[in-house]
């Protein structure tokens, strides 16, 4: 696991170039997510509602058992396999934004960017993704 201000700097930098990507998918035309003509996924055009769902109701247990939910799906090692850690994390970023938003029925960027800087998201998160690697060991 990458120290805490490795992590910090790696929020910051996925923070920034996932406003950059919302901000370049808008003014672009929308594909098919499984086109014939690549093998790989057009992840601005899949459909999270069933990872969105399966989040929600992990979080009425808790807000770890939250992150699990999101971590565990076989979307994001998808992701991981195809684009890298970087765009992963640009991917996993703007994926949470878009839940939060979802399940709050609002808006409000900064919001939801607040609530994934928590500290209390923050030590949820790591402690899934600490809990969910060493399940796989």
Same mark, same amino acid.
């Given at each position: 696991m990458a120290s805490p201000d490795k992590q910090q700097k790696r929020a910051q930098r996925a923070k920034a170039?996932?406003?950059?990507?919302?901000? =370049?998918?808008?003014? @672009? *035309?929308? =594909? &098919?997510?499984?086109? +014939? &003509?690549? $093998? %790989?996924? &057009?992840? $601005?055009? /899949?459909?999270?509602?069933?990872? #969105? /769902? $399966?989040? %929600? @109701?992990? +979080?009425?247990?808790?807000? =770890?058992?939250?992150?699990?939910? #999101? !971590?565990?799906? *076989?979307?994001? @090692? !998808? /992701?991981?396999?195809?684009? +890298?850690? $970087?765009?992963?994390?640009?991917?996993?970023? @703007?994926?949470?934004i878009e839940y939060r938003q979802w399940s709050t029925d609002s808006y409000d960027e900064t919001a939801a960017l607040a609530w994934i800087e928590s500290p209390a998201f923050q030590a949820d998160y790591v402690a899934a993704s600490q809990a969910l690697t060493s399940a796989q060991d």
């Open positions: 170039k996932a406003k950059q990507n919302r901000t =370049q998918r808008a003014n @672009a *035309p929308k =594909q &098919d997510a499984f086109a +014939g &003509d690549d $093998e %790989r996924i &057009d992840l $601005e055009s /899949v459909d999270l509602t069933e990872l #969105f /769902v $399966e989040m %929600r @109701a992990a +979080g009425e247990t808790s807000q =770890q058992a939250l992150c699990a939910a #999101f !971590l565990a799906h *076989p979307l994001l @090692a !998808l /992701v991981l396999e195809q684009e +890298g850690e $970087e765009n992963a994390t640009d991917f996993i970023l @703007a994926a949470l």
